[in-house]
């Protein structure tokens, strides 16, 4: 019997005047992602991204209109009747459909032969062709399965910075996801992928929203050796998956190196890909030990690269939930014989290297643009953050970058101003002379909080952009009777990390 994991089906095919007939018919249906909930409910949209189809197909059981025809056809997987795709698709038609390679005849009906879905930021929408997930096939999916849009595509899009570069490459693209958004904001995009699936719908997802990549075949850093970029994103293999035991190596997640190597790997090695000012944005995971902090063990990869680092760590697991994530991720359900031999090996291999839990975050690397010591930024962040990650890592990266290079003179210097999201809270025992705590918190961004003495809130309270930092702590230190350098002396640390943190800008 043929493993359904390892069984041929088809990608789709680049006919460019086809592609454009089914683009102008996607559209003309108003397919998009909002549309798409409206018509759901915020149910069973929620339960959809689940990759639970059957409220959906509860919402859409009795429709026939082109937005529920073109939902049940490629987002859940179901066979539809050919008249009523030839009505959601009039240009293109069935027949120019079945050429594309994303429709089969089955009798009276049509069934898509991959998943297609709309997808898109504040600005574009697209629509983006992958392999069908095992909530359409109904069987676990097979090893080279190209992936659509997931959690992990959207959180890295979501913190990637949109600020106008020249090169931009995608390492490790997939169906192209990120690319999409690249196209956006850089003047040219490379992508690359070792897998020729991936590949074919990278080409076919470019064409669809009309975008011209760069397309290069091979394993990580290799296609693009010798070459710089001013923007690296990579969504990279980053799932620790043992190498021995009965466990399916998915080309999406597995990068075939024992423990959290391919990660380390692209952290040490991506430095000589960046531009002067370049940035690399990367998804990870880390293995953590008894013996050693996550900080500790992500600090280690980055000895000798000379890159700045921020590191936000999002999720924490133990060995067993890590475990039991991935090996349901293949199409497996808890309980059956597959399910526990995957199990079995994962444990077995988490604690022959001592693992006691697996760290999911964010990496943004950046290259400085002259001489200087790197700084590493390592923040443990699991709090639900603002929506616009891109704009604050950007922020801290020009925050950072600048204060690695500017002494105590220029920050006194400067006329700084609180940020817009910047609130105080004071703590005071009842009958205590004043308060015991003062905290500065920020509600966007990593939202981040700092503790200040007195000195530092009154200067935090004066910063509106017109007083440099020094005239005003000779002011507040008149207030309080005390000698100006002393009070500067104290507040100098806190300024710095208020900078740092974007509590206050320039």
Known sequence: MTDPRSA??????????????LRDDLRAAGWTVESIEDRLGPAASTALHRELALPARRALV?????LATLTRLFALGDPVDHDLVEAALPTLGVAGATRLGLLEIEGAAVRATCDLRPYGDESHTWWVASDLSEMATGSPLRVDHVLGIGGASTTLASWTPRSQVGRALDLGTGCGVQALHLAGHADAVTVTDVSERALAYARFNAALAGQDWEVLAGSMLEPVAGR???????????????????????EYRDGGSTGDAVVA???????????????????????????????????SWLEGTGLD??????????????????????GHRDGTAAFDRMLTAWLEDFESRGVTAIGFGIITLHRPTQAREPWVELLDVRHPVGPA??????????????????????????????AADVTVEQHQRAGAPGPEIIRARRGGGLRPSVDLGTAAAALLSVCDGDLTAGAALAAISGLVERETDEVTAEVLPTLRELVARGFLVS
Do not use: K
Not at 233 to 249: A, E
Not at 266 to 295: C, F, K, M, Y
Not at 314 to 329: C, G, L, M, N, S
């Open 389 to 418: 990650m891109g704009e604050e890592v950007a922020a801290v990266v020009a925050a950072r970058s600048a204060l690695a290079s500017a002494d105590d003179d220029e920050l006194l210097s400067t006329p700084w101003r609180a």
């Open 62 to 66: 009795e429709a026939d209109d082109p």
């Open 265 to 299: 790997g692209l952290v040490r090695g991506v430095a000589p890909l960046l531009a002067p000012g370049g940035t690399a944005q990367l998804l990870g995971n880390w293995e953590i030990a008894d013996e050693e902090s996550w900080q500790e063990r992500v600090r």
């Open 8 to 21: 041929p089906s088809p990608t789709p095919v680049l006919v460019p005047d086809l592609i454009e007939r």
């Open 309 to 330: 680092a921020l590191v936000v760590q999002r999720e924490v697991q133990d060995p067993v939930e890590y475990a039991q994530t991935w090996a349901r991720d293949g």
């Open 228 to 250: 710089q970029f001013d923007l690296v994103v990579s969504n990279p293999p980053f799932v620790i998956t043992p190498r021995s035991g009965d466990v399916p190596l998915f």
